[in-house]
């Protein structure tokens, strides 16, 4: 057992009430915003790159708490040595500030790092690049850990011949890998959950990528977030209609108020989606 924030976990139950267990079954779709944290600020870009800043981490996510969010995604993108100090204590403050799930990703490359996040007060990890490195970090983690907890982030884009490409560290680095098969792969070794995102659209505005989506959701049998260019309310309906997504992961469109998370379960409910 390990501490985790104030409570001792065991690796099979939850800390914080009905995390995750059951998402797969539940018809009920979730709404997440994402903060991505850049030495202790979020901040928002396009393409994952031209970043602008957001605002305070842990005030938002309780802002986004209090408004009906069902989980918050932070992922850390400096994260060096002291970015993860950084973020090790934008955890302790969240965990505190925060009644709903979060998440934190972004540079964790060992057992001993989802450790210290995990202890911090975070309910879940992602891991993305140090899992296409490593394959057995899923496995390790989930069997330490438990699988409700480990997430596995696949970001994908479309190389120079058009067919979609696994790209890791930060989008950089195209890795060769299907995101299909890396998805159904990352189910096997242990993971609860995955987290989809389109490098492609990242950003755009233009809408979730349905095509990228649908693949992977037809193949799964864990919760997949859709994630990258969410940019109206419609974007949404489709994610969940034609993506299949369990999840709907937006970080623009909440950020700087264009919608806020009441509308969009207002909109979905009037469009006969149960959500949260």
């Known amino acids: 057992a390990a501490i985790v924030g104030k409570a001792i976990y065991t690796g099979t139950l939850p800390l914080r009430e009905a995390i995750i267990e059951g998402e797969k079954k539940m018809s009920a779709k979730r709404i997440i915003p994402c903060l991505d944290v850049f030495n202790g600020r979020v901040v928002k870009g396009v393409n994952f ?34 970015g993860r100090d950084t973020m090790i ?49 899923i496995k390790r983690a989930a069997e330490k850990f438990g699988s409700e ?18 790209v890791i560290s930060g989008g950089r680095v195209y890795t060769g890998l299907d995101p299909v098969d890396w ?49 109206s309310l419609e974007h949404f309906y489709e994610g969940f209609t034609e993506g299949g997504g369990s999840a709907a992961l937006a970080a623009t469109l909440f950020h700087f108020g264009e919608l806020t998370i009441p509308q969009v379960k207002t909109y979905l409910r009037s469009r006969g989606i149960e959500v949260k």
């Open 89 to 137: 204590e934008v955890v302790r403050r969240t965990a505190e500030a925060v009644t709903v799930p979060f998440a934190v990703g972004g540079g964790i490359r060992t057992i001993e790092d989802i450790e210290r996040i995990l202890e911090a007060g975070a309910d879940k990890v992602s891991i993305n690049s140090a899992a296409v490195r490593d394959k057995t970090l």
């Open 183 to 231: 998805a159904v792969e990352s189910e096997k070794l242990g993971a609860g959950e995955i987290l989809l995102t389109s490098k492609d659209t990242d950003g755009m505005k233009s809408g979730y990528d349905i095509t990228l989506t649908k693949s992977v959701t037809d193949r799964v049998n864990i919760p997949v977030t859709l994630s990258g260019g969410c940019g």
């Open 49 to 82: 790159a031209d970043l602008r800043d957001a605002g305070d981490p842990v005030e938002l996510a309780k802002f986004y708490s209090e408004q009906g969010a069902d989980e918050v995604v932070f992922l850390d993108i400096s994260a060096t040595h002291e």
């Open 149 to 166: 907890r480990i997430i596995v982030a696949v970001d994908a884009a479309k190389n120079d011949e058009g067919k979609y490409e696994v």
